[in-house]
């Protein structure tokens, strides 16, 4: 059974940064793609960064490009998300996806495992 668990969220000033960790058990973890999505209040859930199985690819969505860095510790079993330069906008619960195959992907049916989420606020 996958179990995906997100940890580091929290309130931060606008400006500030975090970095949200997601660990991961019963699944062979290096051969797996990795991603985050975000939802806010009232909105659907959206893509944020994905990386592929050996942390050599990554992708971002444009509204976070050259803010957040997505990593990745195939030894820890652990993915993360360094967030800077944070912004009210990026207030909302992050969770943690691992996806059906190596490759990375922004496309939200690839992903089959999910965490609980951790929730972001950034105040103005």
């Known amino acids: 059974q996958v179990q995906l668990v997100e940890s580091g969220g929290g309130l931060v000033q606008a400006g500030g940064s975090l970095r949200l960790s997601c660990a991961a058990s019963?699944?062979?973890?290096?051969?797996?793609?990795m991603g985050w999505f975000r939802q806010a209040p009232g909105k659907e859930r959206e893509f944020v960064s994905t990386?592929?199985?050996?942390?050599?690819?990554?992708t971002y969505a444009d509204s976070v490009k050259g803010r957040f860095a997505i990593s990745r510790d195939n030894v820890k079993n652990t993915v993360y998300l360094q967030m800077n330069s944070l912004k009210p906008e990026d207030t909302a619960v992050y969770y943690c996806?691992?996806?059906?195959?190596?490759?990375?992907?922004?496309?939200?049916?690839?992903?089959?495992?999910w965490g609980q989420g951790t929730q972001v606020t950034v105040s103005s």
């Open positions: 996806a691992a996806a059906r195959n190596s490759w990375v992907t922004t496309n939200y049916a690839n992903f089959v495992s």
């Open positions: 019963g699944l062979t973890f290096n051969m797996y793609a």
């Open positions: 990386i592929n199985f050996s942390g050599a690819s990554t």
